[in-house]
């Protein structure tokens, strides 16, 4: 069912590249008109994506920001995975102004996320 579980069922099992280039520029017009930021966490050598970062306004009532990550497959569990797990939490308190800013599938459940009253 994807990193995103029953939210978003992303990524689909069956994505292609051009559903993929789609996806991405739908998130660069978003990132254009300041609506959400997203991360990608690189090699050193910067040629593979390892993981990425997603802040977005809310879409559930109770916070200002909502903040979800990934790694790919291969590092999940591993200690790069840990170490982003600990990173992003610190990064947002650290230099972005939410006051109360909510980790989805990390502070709260996929499932407890969907059940939240949608944001006005």
């Given at each position: 069912?994807?990193?995103?579980?029953?939210?978003?069922?992303?990524?689909?099992?069956?994505?292609?590249?051009?559903?993929?280039?789609?996806?991405?520029?739908?998130?660069?017009?978003?990132?254009?008109?300041?609506q959400s930021f997203?991360?990608?966490?690189?090699?050193?050598?910067?040629?593979?994506?390892?993981?990425?970062?997603?802040?977005?306004?809310?879409?559930?009532?109770?916070?200002?920001?909502?903040?979800?990550?990934?790694?790919?497959?291969?590092?999940?569990?591993?200690?790069?995975?840990?170490?982003?797990?600990?990173?992003?939490?610190?990064?947002?308190?650290?230099?972005?102004?939410?006051?109360?800013?909510?980790?989805?599938?990390?502070?709260?459940?996929?499932?407890?996320?969907?059940?939240?009253?949608?944001?006005?």
């Amino acid at each position: 069912m994807g990193i995103f579980g029953p939210a978003w069922a992303w990524p689909p099992e069956t994505m292609t590249y051009e559903q993929n280039r789609t996806d991405l520029r739908r998130h660069e017009k978003e990132i254009a008109a300041h609506q959400s930021f997203n991360y990608a966490l690189l090699d050193e050598e910067e040629t593979r994506i390892l993981g990425c970062v997603y802040i977005d306004p809310p879409e559930r009532s109770g916070s200002d920001g909502e903040v979800s990550w990934w790694v790919v497959d291969d590092l999940v569990g591993g200690e790069l995975e840990r170490a982003f797990d600990a990173l992003v939490p610190r990064w947002i308190a650290a230099y972005w102004p939410f006051q109360q800013p909510r980790y989805l599938g990390r502070d709260i459940s996929w499932r407890d996320w969907l059940a939240l009253p949608r944001a006005s």
